[in-house]
């Protein structure tokens, strides 16, 4: 059997069958939120530490990035030339889809 997309990450379903990204971001817990603030604020001091990065970075707080991440994710929900496309391995669980918005 020859090795393709399916055989090494399952079929592609259509989107009825996988949990939409609205419905992953309203499912994400306090501490998954927590979760994603805490790996947005270690990327912000790594950030920070490179040259003139401080100017860019001015007055971003984590959050910032998490809600841009988030909202980047709805966006291609709808037109993936608008936002960010999630694979389908990503809408599996909430799990998953915290370590692809990371």
Do not use: W
């Not at 003139?52 to 988030?70: F, H, K, S, T, Y």
């Amino acid at each position: 059997m020859l090795n393709n997309a399916c055989n090494q990450y399952g079929p592609h379903l259509a989107g009825g069958l996988l949990p939409h990204a609205p419905g992953l971001v309203s499912a994400l817990t306090e501490a998954q939120h927590q979760q994603l603030h805490r790996h947005a604020a270690t990327r912000l001091k790594r950030a920070a530490m490179k040259p003139g990065m401080e100017r860019v970075l001015a007055g971003r707080i984590p959050g910032d990035l998490v809600n841009d991440a988030l909202e980047a994710i709805l966006a291609g929900e709808d037109s993936s030339g608008k936002g960010r496309k999630l694979p389908a391995k990503a809408r599996r669980s909430v799990e998953g889809f915290v370590y692809h918005v990371n």
